[in-house]
C-alpha cells in the first residue's frame, strides 16, 4: 500500500484508537524507548526496566502480536527489535505538548490521575 488515500479513514481512525490503546501503558512506552536505538534481549529489558520477567514478556507478546516489534531467536535467546521506529517519534510530540501544557500550568485530567 503507497498510502493512506487507498485505507477508508473510519478504519484508519479504528486502527489509530487500537495504536492509542496499545500506547496507553507506561511500560510499553518505555519498551518503545528501550527498543529505538538497539534491539534487546528480554534480560536486558527486565534488567533496564526493573519490571519481572513474566511482565516484560508478555508485554513483548502483546507488542509482537501487533507487528510493532519483531524477534529474532539466537541460540538461547530472543532479540526484539522495533519495527516502526516512527513510533517514538510520535511519543516523543505527545511528550512535548504534555511538557509544554505542564510548563503553562494547565491541567489535564489525565495529568492530575
Known sequence: MSGTEEVPEERLFELQARLCKFMSHPLRLRLLELLESQERNVSELVELTGE???VVSRHLAYMQQLGIVTSERRGTKVYYKL????LREACKILRGVLVKILKEGRSLALISE
Open 52 to 54: 519481572p520477567q513474566p
Open 83 to 86: 519495527r516502526y521506529p516512527e
